[in-house]
């Protein structure tokens, strides 16, 4: 069965320090798609990268990166240079298609606390 | 281009009353999610529509929860009779289509409290 672990359940770091978030998944199909959100406190879940299971070339994205590696299973958030806008919630999340149903399977997010 | 509009915001219920809530997605989007996340936890998937048949429904406590989806645009989702543990937050999201590249758009979500 898919699984995603987000074994960091809060992380508290001061302003412009960077911040790696873990993402570790379990799946058997071959084809899957993986997908970060962050949640702020209005509680819409907002998205922020996919990434197939054949693409595993790292993103940058102004102050976000991600890491992926199929080796190890994991799918690795960093912000640099962290700002107090970026506390919230982040999910990582992971898409299976079962007869052409789309199923995100969510871990249990990583509160993300930026103090001034 | 508008969101998804979820309503109401906020519900508080009594156990073994009813409950109902009410998801407008992005226009032009085929496919509807429910899902209901517990305090703490992460969005659980109860029901996908393509359209306005049900794709998966899998997870969804079919005693006591109902979805539907007509005309293949706005959806409600029903809870009857709620108990305790359906305390949660109820997000509902589209997507363009089901494939699994494909991103999905969440509402605000709707915080049901049963008391």
């Known amino acids: 069965a898919q699984k995603v672990t987000q074994a960091q359940t809060e992380i508290s770091v001061v302003e412009k320090e960077d911040v790696t978030l873990d993402c570790v998944y379990e799946?058997?199909?071959?084809?899957?798609?993986l997908f970060w959100y962050k949640q702020p406190p209005s509680g819409e879940l907002v998205f922020l990268i996919r990434?197939?299971?054949?693409?595993?070339q790292n993103e940058i994205s102004g102050r976000y990166s991600w890491n992926f590696q199929k080796s190890t299973s994991s799918f690795n958030f960093t912000i640099t240079a962290s700002q107090v806008v970026d506390s919230a919630v982040y999910f990582c999340?992971?898409?299976?298609?079962?007869?052409?149903?789309?199923?995100?399977?969510f871990g249990q997010g990583t509160r993300l606390t930026i103090n001034p | 281009e508008a969101g998804v509009a979820q309503s109401p915001r906020y519900k508080i219920i009594e156990k073994r009353q009813s409950v109902a809530f009410w998801c407008n997605p992005i226009?032009?989007?085929?496919?509807l999610y429910w899902y209901q996340q517990i305090l703490g936890q992460g969005p659980k998937l109860l029901i996908q529509f393509q359209n306005n048949g049900v794709v998966d429904d899998s997870q969804l406590p079919k005693d006591r929860f109902s979805a539907e989806r007509l005309k293949g645009v706005d959806s409600t989702l029903k809870i009857q009779p709620a108990k305790l543990e359906d305390s949660a937050v109820y997000l509902c999201?589209?997507?363009?289509?089901?494939?699994?590249?494909?991103?999905?758009?969440f509402g605000q979500g709707t915080r049901l409290t049963v008391v």
């Open positions: 999340a992971l898409s299976e298609a079962r007869r052409g149903a789309q199923k995100l399977v």
């Open positions: 226009s032009g989007h085929a496919t």
């Open positions: 799946t058997r199909d071959t084809t899957y798609y």
């Open positions: 990434r197939n299971s054949f693409d595993e």
């Open positions: 999201a589209s997507s363009l289509d089901f494939q699994g590249s494909t991103e999905a758009f």
